[in-house]
Each structure stands twice: as C-alpha cells, then as structure tokens.
C-alpha cells in the first residue's frame, strides 16, 4: 500500500514539474539578471542602429585615404583596363617562408581548379564537375603571362573564374602568383623575380613610395625611448630616390610601391 501511495505521489509531482516548464506562454524576460551591465552591453554593437551618426549605423567605415595597419596601398587598377593589367607589376620579393605560404594559400584556393601540379587538371575539373578548363600554368600560353595580368584574373575573376579578391589580400595575392612563377620558372616560363634580393621591378616603384617617405618624414623626432617609433626607418632624403620601399615591405608593413 505505502508502495503504491509513493508510486502516485512522485508521479503527480513529476506531472506537476513538466506542467510548471511549458505554462503555455513564451516567456521573454530573463527573469532575475545577475551582473544586467554584462547581458545588455552599455556600448554600441556593432551592426546595430546608433542615433550619433547620420546613417544611424555603429559600424564605420575607415576614414578615407587610410590604410589599415600591415595593408597595402590600393593598386588603383580598373576592372576591365587589360592594358592597365599587363604593366601592373609589384616590387615585393619573397623569402623561402613566404613562397611557402604562397603555395599553401594556392593549395587552398587554386588547386581544386588549377591542379596541384599547375596543370589545369585541378580535382574540380577532372572530375568534369567543372566544365570550363582552367589555366594550365605549365602551358607556353601562360608560362610569360606578365604578372598583373594574373593579379587582375585573381582579384575580379576571369570568365568562369570567380574573384579572389575577399579571400585574399593584396599582398596574398602576390604570395600566390609568386609561388605560380616559380613553379613556371621551373618549367619554361620567365626567370623568377619575386626572390628575396632579386632587383626591385619597376622604377615606377618610386611614386608610391614617395608618399610613404613624407608619412614617415612627418612624424616627431625618433626617440629611442619609443620602440615603435625606433621600430620605423626613418628615410634620409638623400636615400629617398635610391631605395624604394621595398626591404620593409617584405616584412610585411608594407607600402606598395607601384
Ligand atoms: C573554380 C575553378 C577555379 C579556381 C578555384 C581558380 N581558377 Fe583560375 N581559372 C579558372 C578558369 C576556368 C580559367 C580560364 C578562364 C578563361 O580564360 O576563360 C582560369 C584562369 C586563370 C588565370 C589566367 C587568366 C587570364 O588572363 O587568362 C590565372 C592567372 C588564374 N586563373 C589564377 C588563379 C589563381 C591564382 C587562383 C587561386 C587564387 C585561381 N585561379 C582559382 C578556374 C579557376
């Protein structure tokens, strides 16, 4: 009997539990909150609405004419201008890690087309689940494709090719042509330029690289007890004409120079 009692009891409590989870209504207040300055942000996030700026919205975009830190300047190209395309031309130069991760980005983005081994015979594409032939980097059509030709198919795509531009940055890009002209040089194409201590291209590197030289110029005084500022090369104006930007930009914080 007191078996049979307990059985009913717990099970009307169980009953009585679930009821009380579901009451029928959505609840949408949390209920008690323990630190509220944590759940409900005093700032404003961002994509949310914001009363302070005329478009009412949190996010900005970077003030014009900036550049982020460790990006490069804007290449100024113009989709379409082919002709623009072929004289487009970088004077960064690459170490051995740098042509490394140039092939892991092109392993990552470009194989399933172009093939691992530059062929054009890329998994997508063999497959035949891709009809349109990709490149194949190793044919004597693409072996001397100037440079800027293949940085342009990278940022706005090429026919059946979709850009590349919001995956890689500008200087990505570069680390992936790079490791392609490599490989070409390996096969027939044009002796290799991007190599760490290979001769800047282009003494056209200069314009950009003036603005660069008056940035730095127009800063205060180094001062050793400033690290970062000890960190940036200050340029004599002597040396501005004879050296482009191009040591600092192989580490990376990088000026354009083209
Ligand atoms: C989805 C497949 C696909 C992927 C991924 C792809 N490509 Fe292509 N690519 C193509 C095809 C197809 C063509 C041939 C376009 C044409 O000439 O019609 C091509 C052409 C090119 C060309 C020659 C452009 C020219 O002017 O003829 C270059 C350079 C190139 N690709 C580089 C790359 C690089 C670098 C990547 C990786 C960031 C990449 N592609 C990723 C399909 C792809």
Request: hydrophobic share 35%; proline share 7%; net charge positive.
């Given at each position: 009997?007191n078996?049979?009692?307990s059985?009913?009891?717990?099970?009307?409590g169980?009953?009585?539990?679930?009821m009380?989870?579901?009451?029928?209504?959505i609840?949408r207040?949390?209920g008690?909150?323990?630190a509220p300055?944590?759940t409900?942000?005093?700032a404003?996030?961002?994509?949310?609405?914001?009363?302070?700026?005329a478009?009412?919205?949190?996010?900005?975009?970077?003030?014009?004419?900036?550049?982020?830190?460790?990006h490069?300047m804007?290449?100024?190209?113009?989709?379409?201008d082919?002709?623009?395309?072929?004289?487009?031309?970088?004077?960064?130069?690459?170490?051995?890690?740098?042509?490394?991760?140039?092939?892991?980005?092109?392993?990552?983005?470009?194989?399933?087309c172009?093939?691992?081994?530059?062929?054009?015979q890329?998994?997508?594409?063999?497959?035949?689940?891709?009809?349109?032939?990709?490149?194949?980097?190793?044919?004597?059509k693409?072996?001397h494709?100037p440079?800027?030709?293949?940085?342009?198919?990278?940022?706005?795509?090429?026919?059946?090719?979709?850009?590349y531009?919001?995956?890689?940055?500008?200087?990505?890009?570069?680390?992936?042509i790079?490791?392609?002209?490599?490989?070409?040089?390996?096969?027939?194409?044009?002796?290799?330029?991007?190599?760490?201590?290979?001769?800047p291209a282009?003494?056209?590197a200069?314009?950009t690289?003036?603005?660069?030289?008056?940035?730095?110029?127009a800063?205060?005084?180094?001062?050793?007890?400033?690290?970062?500022?000890?960190?940036?090369?200050?340029?004599?104006?002597a040396?501005?004409?004879?050296?482009p930007?191009a040591?600092?930009n192989?580490h990376g914080n990088?000026?354009?120079s083209?």
């Amino acid at each position: 009997m007191n078996k049979i009692k307990s059985i009913i009891v717990a099970g009307l409590g169980i009953t009585i539990g679930l009821m009380s989870c579901d009451s029928g209504e959505i609840r949408r207040s949390p209920g008690h909150i323990y630190a509220p300055d944590m759940t409900y942000s005093r700032a404003y996030d961002a994509y949310t609405s914001n009363p302070n700026f005329a478009d009412s919205q949190t996010s900005r975009l970077p003030v014009t004419g900036t550049i982020a830190r460790g990006h490069m300047m804007p290449d100024h190209l113009k989709e379409g201008d082919t002709t623009a395309y072929k004289t487009y031309t970088t004077s960064l130069r690459f170490n051995a890690d740098e042509m490394k991760e140039g092939g892991r980005l092109f392993n990552i983005y470009c194989a399933i087309c172009h093939g691992p081994n530059l062929d054009g015979q890329g998994p997508l594409f063999s497959s035949g689940k891709f009809a349109s032939m990709p490149a194949n980097f190793k044919d004597a059509k693409y072996t001397h494709m100037p440079v800027g030709q293949m940085y342009a198919a990278v940022k706005y795509g090429k026919n059946m090719m979709g850009s590349y531009a919001s995956q890689l940055d500008s200087r990505q890009r570069w680390m992936v042509i790079a490791y392609i002209k490599k490989v070409q040089s390996e096969n027939g194409g044009d002796a290799f330029i991007f190599g760490e201590g290979a001769a800047p291209a282009a003494p056209k590197a200069d314009t950009t690289a003036k603005p660069a030289m008056t940035m730095v110029a127009a800063l205060p005084a180094p001062s050793a007890t400033i690290p970062v500022m000890a960190a940036v090369p200050v340029a004599k104006p002597a040396a501005t004409k004879s050296k482009p930007a191009a040591k600092h930009n192989s580490h990376g914080n990088s000026m354009e120079s083209n």
